[in-house]
């Protein structure tokens, strides 16, 4: 016969398991988000606390970043891509 015991330890292991995967998945999620305001922030000129702020409501955006916004959405993904390539070129130059 399996003890009372056995059986809650497994339950409380199993919810641990469905647990951690939860914040695994959330924690991957709000990561993919950051990485997609970098990009924007890097597109507009402005750091990446700005950005979400914006998305967030907390702050609105400037004409000139609704401006930059409206541009960016017109234009193709592989015309962003190149731009962001270079915001990151002149970046790491900038640097030295």
């Known amino acids: 016969m399996v003890s009372i015991q056995k059986i809650i330890v ?3 292991q199993l ?3 469905r647990e951690i ?3 695994l998945r959330l924690r991957d999620e709000e990561t993919r988000r950051m990485q997609g305001n970098t990009e ?3 597109l507009l000129d402005t750091n990446p606390a700005t950005v979400n702020r914006g998305e967030s ?5 400037s004409r000139r970043s609704c401006g ?3 541009k960016i959405r ?3 993904k592989s015309e962003v891509e190149q731009a962001i390539k270079e ?3 002149l970046a790491a130059l900038n640097k030295r």
């Open 21 to 23: 995967k939860k914040h």
């Open 87 to 89: 915001k990151n070129i």
């Open 57 to 61: 409501g907390r702050v609105r955006l």
């Open 40 to 42: 924007l922030a890097l």
């Open 10 to 12: 497994e339950r409380v």
């Open 74 to 76: 017109s234009i193709s």
């Open 68 to 70: 930059k916004v409206a």
């Open 15 to 17: 919810y641990i398991r």
